[in-house]
């Protein structure tokens, strides 16, 4: 429990503005906040002011406190080249600027005058969107997305707000700014409570912007029931463009109350699917175990409050085998105790279980705690694009542990082995910044190099009915090593 109240606090407190470093690089008086201020496009963008300083606290936030030294210089710039590549895609007229000089407080005083000079190049682009974005092979969905970013970025709040996305993403693809109303039901999100939805399982793997992917389709869900396939993507809910928003929002705005509907526009290959969904409170077990060709699967699907326990209970359910499949794929992490808590039933306790590394060089290390429960010969764990978080890191530390006989199999996983913590800001927005990252015994970087691999197997996106069949690559993959003892 200290651990996992640890964790808690390293990833969802909120801190005071960092007042020092701040004062260094501030130049102008603090503007007034004001919520969801509207365009002249009758649009509303989440931000809460349009003043410079929210651009300042966010650089001075990132430079104290991001996981690794930043080179202030190398982002602006990375800054400034994102803003003149989507600007120039979209057919306006803009000039590529580079910050030169040594200094930092330089550095961010040359940057707004460049922020500055681009907006109005940005204001006098005179451009026909639609015959701009006719000349290129993109489809309907996209143009829409293209057409709205246009419309956004030639007012003062779609500006700021696109500069501080892009100045976010040059740092790494975890750390994302929130607008005031995004913050308000992100922190309604965490702070828990009963929920219903539809049953999805969803990801997003283009630096926390654009389509989000439905990867797995629960059973018995209002979403199967309504028709929706793992490989959809969803591009609306109730009609809002969702595809600047990060993917703690679009889960809370798809839950609501029991029997309430929700609006999803998807897209399914070339075709638009819009589909009216009513919300059912959503029973969900983490894991599942069957036995097929002779071995048991352990399919782990997340790692929420009870995941020990439930894999604890199947092993035994299933009569202790010592030669079998678990299956991590789609899992996308979740409470990282639990995950440390299945390395204990194989490792025993007091191992080191996971470290966290800070800048600095503060380390902070997670122990096994449990005593060992599981008697294996030879273990075959499956992973894919989706497998993320918490499941890589107990992926890489069964490894790390068990060496040949853990044999994993599949694809490159996700990376996400960092830590993210929020940062209030004079909006009331907040700044999720990565302060950290976790590392297994190994030392390997998950974010850099992903899960080792015994086998790198490539699948196709495969349907529900399709898992652990013939067509089924990387679990027939896993029968063939269990077959070889």
């Not at 750390?175 to 308000?184: A, C, D, I, K, L």
């Not at 970087?445 to 349907?463: A, H, Q, T």
Request: aromatic share 10%; hydrophobic share 35%.
């Amino acid at each position: 429990m200290k651990n996992r109240r640890l964790i808690s606090f390293i990833i969802f407190t909120t801190t005071l503005i960092l007042v020092t470093i701040w004062i260094g690089l501030n130049k102008h008086s603090i503007a007034q906040s004001s919520n969801n201020i509207q365009t002249s496009k009758n649009q509303q963008v989440d931000i809460g002011t349009t003043s410079f300083e929210l651009f300042r606290q966010i650089l001075a936030y990132s430079y104290k406190y991001f996981v690794e030294d930043i080179n202030l210089k190398d982002k602006l710039n990375q800054t400034l080249k994102e803003i003149y590549r989507a600007t120039t895609y979209v057919g306006m007229k803009t000039k590529l600027y580079q910050v030169s000089s040594q200094n930092i407080q330089e550095q961010v005083n040359q940057f707004e005058n460049y922020y500055n000079e681009l907006f109005n190049q940005i204001i006098n682009s005179q451009v026909d969107i639609e015959k701009a974005l006719d000349s290129k092979n993109i489809s309907t969905s996209y143009k829409e997305l293209y057409t709205n970013f246009y419309n956004s970025i030639r007012t003062k709040e779609g500006y700021l707000k696109f500069v501080i996305q892009s100045y976010c993403s040059a740092l790494d693809k975890y750390t994302s700014y929130m607008g005031p109303r995004e913050y308000r039901i992100f922190k309604e999100n965490i702070q828990g409570g009963n929920f219903s939805g539809i049953g999805v399982v969803m990801f997003r793997d283009n630096k926390d912007q654009g389509e989000i992917i439905i990867t797995e389709v629960i059973e018995d869900s209002p979403a199967q029931r309504s028709g929706i396939k793992a490989g959809d993507r969803i591009i609306k809910v109730d009609d809002i463009d969702i595809t600047n928003l990060s993917l703690d929002t679009v889960q809370s705005m798809i839950r609501g109350p029991e029997n309430t509907k929700v609006k999803l526009t998807l897209r399914r290959e070339n075709q638009i699917i819009e589909l009216e969904i009513i919300r059912k409170i959503i029973q969900i077990k983490s894991v599942k175990s069957f036995e097929k060709n002779k071995y048991v699967v352990f399919v782990i699907k997340s790692f929420s409050e009870n995941t020990s326990k439930e894999f604890l209970d199947h092993y035994v359910k299933m009569n202790n085998p010592s030669s079998f499949i678990i299956d991590l794929r789609n899992n996308g992490g979740g409470v990282l105790e639990e995950a440390i808590n299945i390395l204990s039933y194989f490792i025993g306790p007091n191992k080191i279980g996971v470290i966290l590394k800070q800048k600095n060089n503060q380390q902070q290390y997670f122990y096994t705690k449990h005593q060992k429960q599981i008697n294996f010969s030879k273990v075959v764990l499956l992973v894919n694009g989706y497998t993320a978080s918490a499941s890589e890191i107990l992926a890489q530390s069964l490894k790390d542990y068990l060496k040949d006989d853990l044999i994993i199999i599949g694809e490159k996983t996700y990376g996400k082995n960092t830590v993210q913590t929020l940062y209030n800001l004079i909006d009331r927005g907040a700044l999720k910044l990565t302060i950290g990252k976790f590392f297994t015994i190994s030392e390997r970087d998950i974010y850099k190099e992903r899960v080792y691999l015994d086998y790198e197997v490539v699948s196709k996106n495969l349907s529900q009915n399709q898992l652990y069949t013939e067509k089924d690559s990387q679990y027939m993959k896993a029968i063939e090593i269990l077959s070889r003892q």
